[in-house]
C-alpha cells in the first residue's frame, strides 16, 4: 500500500503544493519508540527477574540454605522439648525430695518459669521472612539456661545443707518445750479459738502448755537467744531463740529467764520457768515455731521426745477448737 501523501493549498500561486515532513520531527519520532521500547524491556526484565520463571542459581543456592536453616531449627526445638522434660524432672525432685529432705522451701513455678521483662531483647532478629521461629526458639534457649541457673544455684544450697546436715538436724525445733511429767494438759493448740478475755474467735499462733509456776521450760532446738524480755505486747515476759535455717521459736508468758540475749544454747538446756505474765489467764507457756517469717504449726515437730501414742493424744486435744489461755 502506497504511503499517503498530504498536500496543502498555497495562496501566492494559487496551486496545491506537497507536505515535506521536517527531519526534525521524524527524528522525535523515532526517539520516542526507541525510548518506548527500552522502557517496555526494562519492565518485562524486572518482572521476570523477580518471577520463578528466571531463577539464578544464586537463588537456588539461597533457598536451600533456607530450608536447612529451618530443618536444624526444627531439630533444634525437638532437643529444647527433651531437655525441658529432663529439667522439669529434675525440679520436682529437687521441691519434693531434697528441699523436703532438708525442710527448706521449695522454689515456687512462678520464680523457675518467670520470662525476661522490660526490654525487648529480640528487636534485632525482628524484620525477616523467619523472624517468628527464630525469635521463639532463642526465646526457649534463653528460659532454659535461666531455669539451670536457679537449678543449679538451688543444688548448691541443698549441697551446702547436706554438708550441715547434722547442724540442721539439731537446729530443728523438734522436742516438747515442757516435759509431759511435768505439765498439767495441752489447753490450747494452734489455729483458731475462743479469746479468753474478749470471747471472740481469732487465730492462736501457738501451743499452750498448763504447768504450775517455775515449771523449767527447755530449748527445743539448737540456737542463739536472739530475745530475752517483755518488749512484745500480751506476751509478758518472753524468749525468742534464732536456731538458722528459717527457724525461730517463742516461748511466752515466763515466770523468770535463765539466758540472756546473744546466748547460744542447745536443745534440752532450761532457758526459763512457767509463770503467767503478759496476757495470760492461768500459768501456762505460750509456744510458736516459725519457719521462714511465718507461724507453723508445733505439733508437726514433736518427734523429738514422745512416743507415737503420745503425740496422737496430744494431737487429739490440740485440734479441738477450744478457748486459749492468751
Known amino acids: ?6 498536500y496543502y493549498f498555497d495562496p501566492e500561486s494559487l496551486a496545491y503544493r506537497k507536505i515535506k515532513p521536517k527531519l526534525s520531527k521524524k527524528l522525535g519520532y523515532i526517539g520516542l519508540f526507541l525510548l518506548s521500547s527500552a522502557l517496555f524491556g526494562f519492565l518485562c526484565f524486572v518482572v521476570l527477574l523477580n518471577s520463578s520463571f528466571l ?3 544464586k537463588d537456588r543456592l539461597q533457598a536451600r540454605e533456607i530450608e536447612t536453616m529451618k530443618l536444624r531449627y526444627a531439630i533444634l526445638n525437638k532437643k529444647i522439648d527433651q531437655v525441658e522434660e529432663v529439667l522439669a524432672d529434675v525440679e520436682e525432685r529437687d ?11 521449695p522454689i515456687p513455678t512462678e520464680q523457675r518459669k518467670a520470662g525476661f521483662g522490660g526490654v525487648n531483647r529480640y528487636k534485632e532478629l525482628e524484620g525477616f521472612d523467619n523472624s517468628e521461629l527464630v525469635i521463639n526458639t532463642s526465646k526457649r534457649v534463653d528460659v532454659i539456661s535461666k531455669e539451670l541457673a536457679i537449678q543449679s544455684k538451688s543444688l548448691d544450697e541443698i549441697l551446702k545443707l547436706a554438708k550441715e546436715k547434722n547442724k540442721l ?13 511435768q505439765m498439767k494438759r495441752v489447753a490450747s493448740g494452734f489455729g483458731y479459738r475462743s479469746d479468753p478475755f474478749t470471747k471472740v474467735r481469732k487465730m492462736h499462733q501457738g501451743m499452750d502448755f498448763t504447768a504450775k509456776t517455775g515449771t523449767p521450760v527447755f ?3 539448737d540456737g542463739v537467744v536472739k530475745n530475752a524480755d517483755n518488749s512484745k505486747s500480751g506476751y509478758g515476759n518472753h524468749i525468742e531463740i534464732s536456731h538458722g535455717y528459717g527457724y525461730l521459736t ?5 515466770s523468770k529467764y535463765k539466758v540472756k540475749r546473744g546466748q547460744r544454747v542447745k536443745r534440752g538446756d532450761i532457758i526459763g520457768y512457767v509463770g503467767s505474765t503478759g496476757r495470760s489467764e492461768a500459768p501456762h507457756l505460750h509456744y510458736e515455731v516459725h519457719k521462714d517469717g511465718k507461724v507453723v504449726n508445733p505439733l508437726n515437730f514433736y518427734y523429738g521426745n514422745i512416743s507415737a501414742a503420745e503425740y496422737n493424744v496430744i494431737s487429739k486435744i490440740a485440734n479441738q477448737e477450744n478457748q486459749s489461755l492468751d
Not at 537446729?171 to 509431759?180: G, H, T, Y
Open 219 to 221: 530449748a527445743t532446738g
Open 55 to 57: 531463577e539464578t542459581p
Open 1 to 6: 500500500m502506497a504511503k499517503k501523501v498530504k
Open 250 to 254: 517463742l516461748y511466752a508468758h515466763l
Open 169 to 181: 538436724l539439731a537446729a530443728i525445733p523438734a522436742i516438747q518445750p515442757v516435759k509431759n511429767e
Open 95 to 105: 521441691n519434693n525430695i531434697y528441699r523436703a529432705y532438708f525442710n527448706t522451701s
